[in-house]
């Protein structure tokens, strides 16, 4: 059974740090390229980042640049991001996803995995 689960968000103040985790299995995830997606309440879905198969080449989206970091260890199957520098707007759903490079992303099924979310509030 193919799984994604994303771990470590929380409720944090404008200007601190996060590290958001995904631990993957069922399938080899080595192979694939990963991203982070998030969803703001009301809005839909925004691609975060993506980092290539072999963790070499990593991609942000404007909004993040500079602040977030995505990193992965494929010895333990687990993606992550770091977050620094919150910001009330990174206020999100936050979602893993397995698959091709998608800079737009209308629904979590237009990559080949994804998993079910972890919630980031950025609130004083």
């Known amino acids: 059974e193919v799984q994604l689960v994303e771990s470590g968000g929380g409720l944090v103040q404008p200007g601190g740090s996060l590290r958001l985790s995904c631990a993957a299995s069922?399938?080899?995830?080595?192979?694939?390229?990963m991203h982070w997606v998030r969803q703001a309440p009301g809005k839909g879905l925004e691609w975060v980042s993506g980092?290539?198969?072999?963790?070499?080449?990593?991609y942000y989206a404007g909004s993040v640049k500079g602040r977030f970091t995505v990193s992965r260890d494929n010895a333990k199957n687990t993606l992550y991001l770091q977050m620094n520098i919150l910001k009330p707007e990174d206020t999100a759903m936050y979602y893993c996803?397995?698959?091709?490079?998608?800079?737009?992303?209308?629904?979590?099924?237009?990559?080949?995995?994804w998993g079910q979310g972890t919630q980031v509030t950025v609130s004083s």
């Open positions: 980092v290539n198969s072999g963790g070499r080449s990593t």
């Open positions: 069922g399938f080899t995830f080595a192979t694939y390229d």
């Open positions: 996803a397995a698959g091709d490079p998608k800079w737009v992303v209308t629904a979590l099924n237009e990559y080949k995995y």
